[in-house]
């Protein structure tokens, strides 16, 4: 198996639980005030069902489809929009990767480490675009 499918199955797996995306978004704004200061005014209820598509455009890229979709996300997340700096992925990332470890009950090193490759080139697209 890819690590992509890897990724999809484990994807799967927590979406499957009613608060993975809650959990998330507990996480990565408990994570950072500069984090948190980003989110005054958005609806996380909204934002919880974007971040689903999200994920899911960066699990595509990684599959091979084109990088349109992250291109457009780097668009609104550099900094003439939502000024979102380079470091702030890192968090981000570390905070997936923990709700994701939290809520797949088949989590291991080796899904871990397929997560972290599949993101990382998405988030590449996105970071370039700053
Ligand atoms: C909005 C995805 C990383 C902050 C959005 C949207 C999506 C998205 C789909 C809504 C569509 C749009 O406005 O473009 C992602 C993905 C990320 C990521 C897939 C990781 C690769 C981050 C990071 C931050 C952040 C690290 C830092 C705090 C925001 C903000 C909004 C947003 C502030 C606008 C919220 C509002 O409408 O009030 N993101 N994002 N994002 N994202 Fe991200």
């Known amino acids: 198996m890819g690590v992509t499918d890897t990724v999809m199955q484990s994807y799967g797996r927590c ?3 009613a608060d993975f995306f809650d959990d998330f978004y507990q996480h990565f704004l408990a994570s950072s005030p500069k984090v ?3 989110f005054v005014n958005t609806d996380m209820v909204g934002q ?22 992250l291109k457009a996300l780097g668009q609104t997340h550099n900094r003439h929009g939502f000024d979102i700096g380079p470091e702030l992925y890192d968090i981000w990332l570390h905070s997936l990767l923990s709700t994701i470890k939290k ?15 599949v993101l990382i080139k998405g988030i590449n697209v996105i970071k370039a675009h700053y």
């Open 48 to 69: 919880k069902r974007l971040l689903r598509q999200g994920i899911l455009n960066l699990v595509m890229y990684a599959r091979g489809m084109p990088d349109t979709k």
């Open 103 to 117: 809520h797949d009950q088949q989590y291991s090193p080796e899904i871990a480490d397929a997560w972290k490759d």
């Open 36 to 38: 948190r200061e980003k």
């Open 15 to 17: 979406c499957a639980k």
